[in-house]
């Protein structure tokens, strides 16, 4: 147990349907990241949080995906009107300054 | 451009030989930081190693060990006496050092399989 934790660990959803993702860093973190992981292949970065400022957005985030972080504290993922490609494991880390990055155990999305 | 390659996409060995998972990696940076993690059926991804690029001193830790050449821009992982334990997916990655590390560039992964 790194210390990061996401709710929920599994998500079965239909299409079209929206969905959250809760992520809780390591309390001391100032920055928290989000990754996508399909099968088969390395996480890949999604955005990141220094406090609550979301400070850069990859091109894989489209305008279905929103991500917040109130507050400096825990972070949420939204996925609007999902679709079939949408479904990977999504995983939050987090670090401070300098440091280690950890990661959390991932929320797995499936889109029926 | 930053990219990491994992040649290996799937290793299989017995119990108690080695086995060494290649990375290679490409970045114009000459600071960054490179990692390994190793990634069990659960899913969460464990920290084993982080390098600064500055530091070309293999390390050893218990039955891994990592060789670091910047020459060829590889950052191999070996594992000595393997163990039915090690079975898991193992990415290597890779972080420009104004990321600070967490921006991190990840392989495709080797899976490895460790049979008793």
């Known amino acids: 147990d790194t210390g990061v934790s996401q709710d929920p660990r599994h998500k079965i959803t239909k299409r079209g349907q929206n969905v959250t993702f809760r992520c809780d860093p390591i309390?001391?973190?100032?920055?928290l990241y989000w990754y996508r992981q399909t099968l088969g292949q390395g996480p890949e970065f999604l955005t990141y949080f220094q406090n609550e400022a979301q400070l850069e957005k990859s091109r894989l985030l489209s305008d279905r995906f929103s991500a917040e972080r109130p507050k400096g504290s825990f972070s949420t993922l939204e996925i609007q009107r999902t679709e079939q490609g949408d479904s990977a494991m999504y995983l939050c880390a987090s670090i401070a300054s300098g440091n280690t990055i950890y990661f959390g155990e991932g929320s797995w999305l499936t889109v029926v | 451009a930053q990219k990491v390659t994992q040649a290996q996409t799937e290793i299989s060995v017995v119990e108690k030989e080695d086995v060494t998972l290649d990375c290679v990696y490409e970045?114009?940076?000459?600071?960054?930081?490179l990692f390994w993690y190793k990634q069990p059926p659960s899913g969460e991804l464990v920290f084993l190693i982080r390098?600064?690029?500055?530091?070309?001193q293999n390390e050893i830790s218990g039955r891994y060990s990592w060789n670091f050449q910047k020459s060829t821009s590889s950052f191999n992982f070996t594992i000595t006496a393997s163990q039915v334990v090690d079975s898991a997916v193992y990415f290597c990655a890779l972080s420009e050092a104004h990321n600070q590390g967490g921006k991190l560039i990840f392989g495709q992964g080797t899976e490895l399989s460790v049979k008793p």
């Open positions: 390098r600064n690029s500055f530091d070309e």
């Open positions: 309390s001391e973190h100032n920055r």
């Open positions: 970045t114009r940076d000459t600071t960054y930081y």
